[in-house]
């Protein structure tokens, strides 16, 4: 079992930065592929960003590519999502999601999520 924790959102400016956190517990961490996600008031589920197990390989919606960075530290448990020139259009809940699936895009393929982390960027 897998529990995941974000933590790092809050109210931020347009072109401002925020660093979101995943803690995850669990002593197979390493071995998942880790995603954010994010969903608005009254829209569907968005993802956002993946990274393999491995690290080697991410991937990034066409929204957030070239201002959002997805990464990890294994030793730490915790996964990362710098946001940076963020956008009013970002606000959401943004949620951390761990899996093994090999369609890193698809909600479907994650088991574990976290309880999310409010994101604001005002105008």
């Known amino acids: 079992q897998v529990q995941l924790v974000e933590s790092g959102g809050g109210l931020v400016q347009a072109g401002g930065s925020l660093r979101l956190s995943c803690a995850a517990s669990?002593?197979?961490?390493?071995?998942?592929?880790m995603g954010w996600f994010r969903q608005a008031p009254g829209k569907e589920r968005e993802f956002v960003a993946a990274?393999?197990?491995?690290?080697?390989?991410?991937y990034y919606a066409d929204s957030v590519k070239g201002r959002f960075t997805i990464s990890r530290d294994n030793a730490k448990n915790t996964v990362y999502l710098q946001m940076n020139s963020l956008k009013p259009e970002d606000t959401a809940v943004y949620y951390c999601?761990?899996?093994?699936?090999?369609?890193?895009?698809?909600?479907?393929?994650?088991?574990?999520w976290g309880q999310g982390t409010q994101v604001t960027v005002s105008s």
């Open positions: 999601a761990a899996g093994r699936g090999p369609y890193y895009t698809r909600p479907n393929e994650y088991v574990y």
């Open positions: 669990g002593r197979t961490f390493s071995s998942y592929n």
């Open positions: 990274i393999r197990w491995s690290g080697d390989i991410t």
